[in-house]
T-cell receptor, first 113, second 114 residues
Framework: KQEVTQIPAALSVPEGENLVLNCSFT??????LQWFRQDPGKGLTSLLL?????REQTSGRLNASLDKSSGRSTLYIAASQPGDSATYLC????????????FGKGTTLSVSS | GAGVSQSPSNKVTEKGKDVELRCDPI?????LYWYRQRLGQGLEFLIY????????KSGLPSDRFSAERTGESVSTLTIQRTQQEDSAVYLC????????????FGPGTRLTVL
């Protein structure tokens, strides 16, 4: 069974700190991996999509890496801001799971000013 | 441009009633997905539509759940004889194409079954 795990479940940091969120998955046969942001009471916002052939993607202060062989991805947030406070979700499209995106339970980030 | 929209934003119903949830995908997106997020749980895939192909219904939890999509536009998710365990946020997403494309999510419908 394909699973996605995110550690830690919650993280609190002071403004300006660089941080790393972790995602692990159980099967290296994937189409892609996506990182999303979820704000309370709102839908998901796609942050970065990494195709299986890629090793990393960058957008502004965000950098996501992918290591299929070890079943890991990291989301690096540079110079964190209070506006970064949200739940960050990792989702994997496994080749053997048909069309479903399998989601982790998320890391809830709180950045204090 | 307009994103994915869903209606209603909130729905409270009594156990045993039927409910219908609506999703309007981004125009031109051929793929449409339904997920649900129960309190304290991760998102669960429910159903996937791609163009005129037969939908992937592998995530539907029971035969009380069904969904339809008209061409490459609106989709409705119907839950018959609702149960309390159906209470969740139901999220719809669309993507330009299947599998390898970014999925864009709507704001969700919060369903509460009393």
């Amino acid at each position: 069974k394909q699973e996605v795990t995110q550690i830690p479940a919650a993280l609190s940091v002071p403004e300006g700190e660089n941080l790393v969120l972790n995602c692990s998955f159980t099967d290296s046969a994937i189409y892609n991996l996506q990182w999303f942001r979820q704000d309370p009471g709102k839908g998901l916002t796609s942050l970065l999509l990494i195709q299986s052939s890629q090793r990393e993607q960058t957008s502004g202060r965000l950098n996501a890496s992918l290591d299929k062989s070890s079943g890991r991805s990291t989301l690096y947030i540079a110079a964190s801001q209070p506006g970064d406070s949200a739940t960050y979700l990792c989702a994997v499209s496994f080749s053997q799971a048909g069309t479903a995106l399998i989601f982790g339970k998320g890391t809830t980030l709180s950045v204090s000013s | 441009g307009a994103g994915v929209s869903q209606s209603p934003s909130n729905k409270v119903t009594e156990k045993g009633k039927d409910v219908e949830l609506r999703c309007d995908p981004i125009s031109g997106h051929t793929a449409l997905y339904w997920y649900r997020q129960r309190l304290g749980q991760g998102l669960e895939f429910l159903i996937y539509f791609q163009g005129n192909s037969a939908p992937d219904k592998s995530g539907l939890p029971s035969d009380r759940f069904s969904a339809e999509r008209t061409g490459e536009s609106v989709s409705t998710l119907t839950i018959q004889r609702t149960q309390q365990e159906d209470s969740a946020v139901y999220l719809c997403a669309s993507s330009l194409g299947p599998l390898t494309d970014t999925q864009y999510f709507g704001p969700g419908t919060r369903l509460t079954v009393l």
